[in-house]
C-alpha cells in the first residue's frame, strides 16, 4: 500500500470497502490463480528480480544425401538424386516455471529429383526430369508446458475446454507469460518437365514444357490459448489511474481483458 493511497484494494464482495489491512485472505483465492501460482516462483531479491538457471540450446541437424547415376546404354543416362532433412530444436523450458521458455521448432525435408536422358538421334535429344519435396514444420509446445494450467473457471467466467493449456497471460506492472505462438505447416512440391533439343548445322531448337503443383496447408493459431490481463482497475478507487493492485486482482481472479479461442 503506497503513502498515497495506491495499491488499495476493494473487497469485490463489498465494494464500497477495503481489504482490512489490504490483505486479502487465502481463502478468497481464486483456485485457478492457486493453481498457476505453484508454476510461478517467487523473487527473495530486495528489487524483485528472479533468477533462476537455464537449461542449454540443443539442436539436432541430420541429413542425407543419396545419389544415382546409371548408363542404360550409349544413347540413355538415368540419374536420380535424394536430398533428406531433420532438424530438431526442442523447445526450452525450466520444470515448475511458467516465466522462462524458448520457442522450438521440428522441420522435416525431402526432395527427390529423377533425370532421364535420351539421344534420339545425332540430331535429336530429349530430356525427362520428375521432381517432388515436401517440407513439414511444427512448432508445437511439448504438453507438460500447455496442460499445466487449466483456465476453466477462472474468476468463474472462463468456459473454455478443461485442459485446453496454458494462458497467456499479462498482470500489470508486475510480470506475465505466454505459451508461445502454434504452427503447423505443410508443403508439397510436384515437377514434371520434358525437354526436347534438335540441331540443324549450327543451330539448336529448344521446346518443351512442364508442369508444377504447390500446395501449401498452413496452420497458425494466432489465439492458440486464453488470452488474459489483470490491470489493477477493477478494484481500485474510483477516478484514480493506477490506484490498485493487478496482482491482487489476479489472486482473486478478476480478469480485465479475455479473448479465449
Request: charge should be neutral; charged fraction near 15%; include cysteine.
Amino acid at each position: 500500500l503506497g503513502s498515497n493511497g495506491t495499491g488499495a484494494i476493494h473487497d469485490p464482495l463489498a465494494p464500497t470497502t477495503y481489504f482490512p489491512g489490504n490483505r486479502i485472505p487465502i481463502s478468497r483465492f481464486d483456485p485457478v490463480a492457486v493453481n498457476m501460482l505453484a508454476y510461478m516462483p517467487p523473487s527473495s531479491g530486495a528489487p524483485y528480480l528472479l533468477r533462476f538457471p537455464v537449461p542449454s540450446t540443443q539442436l539436432d541437424d541430420n541429413q542425407l544425401v543419396g545419389r544415382i547415376d546409371h548408363i542404360i546404354s550409349a544413347t540413355q543416362h538415368i540419374s536420380a538424386r535424394y536430398f533428406g532433412l531433420y532438424y530438431n530444436n526442442p523447445w526450452e523450458l525450466v520444470p515448475h516455471n511458467l516465466f522462462y521458455f524458448n520457442s522450438g521448432a521440428v522441420d522435416n525435408y525431402k526432395s527427390v529429383a529423377i533425370n532421364h536422358t535420351y539421344l534420339i538421334s545425332p540430331r535429336l535429344l530429349n530430356e525427362f526430369n520428375l521432381g517432388f519435396h515436401r517440407t513439414i514444420t511444427l512448432m508445437d509446445p511439448p504438453a507438460d508446458f500447455t496442460k499445466c494450467c487449466s483456465t476453466y473457471g477462472f474468476g468463474a467466467h472462463v468456459n473454455s475446454i478443461p485442459g485446453g493449456g496454458t494462458p497467456s497471460i499479462s498482470i500489470s506492472s508486475w510480470t506475465g507469460f505466454s505459451p508461445g505462438q502454434r504452427k503447423d505447416q505443410y508443403q508439397n512440391t510436384y515437377l514434371l518437365a520434358d525437354k526436347i533439343s534438335y540441331t540443324i548445322g549450327k543451330h539448336e531448337l529448344r521446346f518443351g514444357g512442364d508442369l508444377q503443383r504447390f500446395r501449401i496447408d498452413y496452420t497458425s493459431y494466432s489465439y492458440s490459448y486464453d488470452q488474459m490481463t489483470f490491470t489493477g482497475q477493477l478494484l481500485s478507487d474510483s477516478g484514480k489511474n493506477n490506484a490498485g493492485n493487478s496482482f491482487a486482482e489476479f489472486l482473486l481472479g478478476r480478469i480485465a481483458t479475455l479473448r479465449s479461442n
